[in-house]
Nanobody, 125 residues
Framework: VQLQASGGGLVQAGGSLRLSCAASGFTFSRYAMGWFRQAPGKEREFVAAISWGGASTNSADSVKGRFTISRDDAKNTLYLQMNNLKFEDTAVYYC???????????????????WGQGTQVTVSS
């Protein structure tokens, strides 16, 4: 079971990036997935989540209206489209898998059993 995050980089404030998370070793479509981030000196925090099947999404207030989570089950890939990036979005971004299949998504997922390696997003002001 593996998650491979990619797409991070250096971008100016106001710019955009799209992160991808390629999944393998499990039936991707059956699991809710999430994005989290960790800035230097801070704890890891929830960014966005999407239910299995993609019908439901949740996101942190700090990214609402700017970030969009989506999934392509045919490609076993999770995405995070990030627009109007701010300096405070600078962090390492991680994708993660819910530990239980077909779980109903309520708020931020709390039981995650597989994490990607992280991809660095740096926003210059």
């Amino acid at each position: 079971v593996q998650l491979q995050a990619s797409g991070g980089g250096l971008v100016q404030a106001g710019g955009s990036l799209r992160l991808s998370c390629a999944a393998s070793g499990f039936t991707f479509s059956r699991y809710a997935m999430g994005w989290f981030r960790q800035a230097p000196g801070k704890e890891r925090e929830f960014v966005a989540a999407i239910s299995w099947g993609g019908a439901s999404t949740n996101s942190a207030d700090s990214v609402k209206g700017r970030f969009t989570i989506s999934r392509d089950d045919a490609k076993n890939t999770l995405y995070l489209q990030m627009n109007n990036l701010k300096f405070e979005d600078t962090a390492v971004y991680y994708c993660a898998k819910d530990s239980k299949s077909f779980r109903f998504l309520v708020g931020a997922p709390v039981a995650l059993d597989v994490w990607g390696q992280g991809t660095q997003v740096t926003v210059s002001s």
